[in-house]
């Protein structure tokens, strides 16, 4: 090779090293605003993660006070479910008491319309004899004043004799 192949070849390799170079600092340039997006989306992706979990956070801790106003509830709902029951077996055992006594009540008015009846038919029993006893005695009293007037006329009739035999006659 001549000196100044060798020379062209030098330079040659010169302009492709300075070439090679130029394109290695573009491509490191590249990688480093890549490396720098990359890290800026990181970091945006991350703020915005961030901020999720915070959401996220305040989500779990309202549910967690929601939860325990819903466990209160239900727990009071509970007492009051457990009050009502009781309540409800009291008043289930006072209309058992009550049918009980209607059933007594019913049986002494059953009781009472027997007696009202027999006292009724004793009623009408007495009404009847009253009635024959009436009309004996009406009768028997009918016979006392016949026989009394029949006692009057006679008395009257021996009146008139005593006199007669007194004024001499």
Do not use: C, P, Y
């Amino acid at each position: 090779m001549t000196n100044e192949e060798m020379e062209r070849a030098i330079e040659f390799l010169l302009k492709s090293q300075a070439n090679f170079e130029a394109r290695l600092e573009q491509r490191e340039a590249e990688w480093a605003r890549r490396e720098a997006e990359r890290e800026a989306a990181q970091a945006e992706r991350d703020a915005r993660l961030d901020a999720r979990f915070e959401q996220t956070d305040r989500q779990i801790a309202a549910f967690a006070d929601l939860q325990a106003d819903l466990m209160r509830v239900v727990t009071r709902t509970f007492g009051e479910q457990a009050h009502i029951n009781e309540e409800h077996r009291k008043f289930k055992q006072s209309v058992r008491a009550a049918e009980k006594l209607q059933e007594e009540f019913n049986q002494s008015v059953r009781a009472a319309e027997k007696l009202q009846k027999e006292f009724n038919e004793s009623v009408r029993e007495a009404s009847a004899s009253q009635r024959v006893f009436n009309e004996a005695v009406s009768a028997a009293l009918t016979r006392l004043a016949e026989s009394q007037a029949h006692t009057d006329r006679r008395l009257d009739a021996l009146i008139d004799i005593v006199r007669g035999e007194r004024n001499g006659g």
